[in-house]
């Protein structure tokens, strides 16, 4: 009768697992169903719409090809439905091997919603593209204060009170603008007069270590100290002027305008160190007139 056909038709399983001391696993009830119904792995993976290697790794119990657990599960229910066996059969057998978890896992996100790409890659990238000009505006403006700081008052018009000697700021100037001035316009020296003053300075101490000569064919901030701290000039020399000056070596030097100076030291000519890509210079004088 056809009734007992499809019973055992659709019942395999027990009759080969009583030939085997172990049951048989999801791909050998798979196999032995496809093949006593004549049907070849190529019309299996064209009617479930899947590769051929996607069947035989199933038939093969290579369930690591397939991905997760949840796809292999998916794929054994539709491939146990088209050959006639009861899909839950098939997947306690899947189950009961010992590589494949006995919990199913859930089904992920990915799977019923096509993940926000676009979004997920936009949110990082705004907040990089923000980190990035928050650094760069920083760097920059550490680098104009550091500029500022080695190169104060250059290009611009200098205050007036800035070529002033300190004691005529005394005699000229009210009480109250006497004070020392900002850092970025200082006004006097403590030693000699500025160095814009419209004829040489003479030597302040001619018994000192070491003794030095600027000329200048722009103007250029310049700042000189001895070994005691003793300020010997304080201000901006301008185009054309000299300015000759006396102290206890080593000198510390500051221009703002390397390339604007030309100097002399124990009346022996002295480039002007200079560094790459850099106006303003910063160095010290030995007593032998060595530069560093």
């Known amino acids: ?66 991905g997760p657990p949840v796809y292999s599960r998916g794929h054994l229910r539709k491939y146990a439905t088209l050959v006639g066996l009861p899909p839950d059969v098939v997947i306690s057998h899947y189950e009961m091997m010992n590589d494949v978890p006995v919990v199913p896992e859930p089904v992920p996100a990915s799977v019923t919603a096509p993940p926000p790409e676009r979004m997920s ?58 004070e020392p001035a900002p850092a970025e316009t200082p006004v006097e020296s403590d030693a000699t007069p500025a160095a814009s003053s419209a004829a040489e300075t003479p030597v302040a101490n001619a018994g000192n270590d070491v003794t030095m000569r600027l000329r200048f064919s722009e103007p250029s901030w310049v700042e000189i100290y001895d070994a005691t701290e003793r300020r010997l000039i304080f201000g901006i020399g301008q185009a054309g002027q ?43 004088v030995a007593a032998d007139g060595s530069v560093r």
Not at 122 to 133: E, F, S
């Open 242 to 284: 000299t300015s000759t000056l006396a102290g206890k070596a080593p000198l510390r030097v500051t221009l703002g305008l390397a390339s604007a100076v030309s100097m002399e030291v124990n009346d022996q000519s002295v480039p002007v160190p200079r560094r790459a890509g850099k106006d303003a210079a910063r160095f010290t």
């Open 1 to 66: 009768m056809e009734t007992g056909g499809a019973a055992q038709e659709l019942t395999p399983e027990p009759a080969a697992a009583s030939n085997h001391d172990t049951p048989l696993t999801p791909g050998e009830l798979l196999k032995s169903a496809r093949t006593e119904r004549h049907v070849s792995v190529q019309q299996i993976a064209d009617d479930l719409h899947l590769d051929v290697r996607v069947v035989e790794a199933l038939e093969s119990n290579n369930f690591a090809l397939l």
């Open 121 to 178: 890659l936009r949110v990082p990238m705004l907040v990089v593209a923000g980190i990035v000009v928050s650094v760069a505006v920083l760097w920059i403006a550490g680098w104009l204060v550091n500029r500022l700081d080695s190169e104060p008052a250059q290009g611009g018009e200098p205050p007036q009170a800035t070529n002033v000697a300190p004691e005529e700021s005394g005699q000229d100037m009210p009480a109250d603008q006497v």
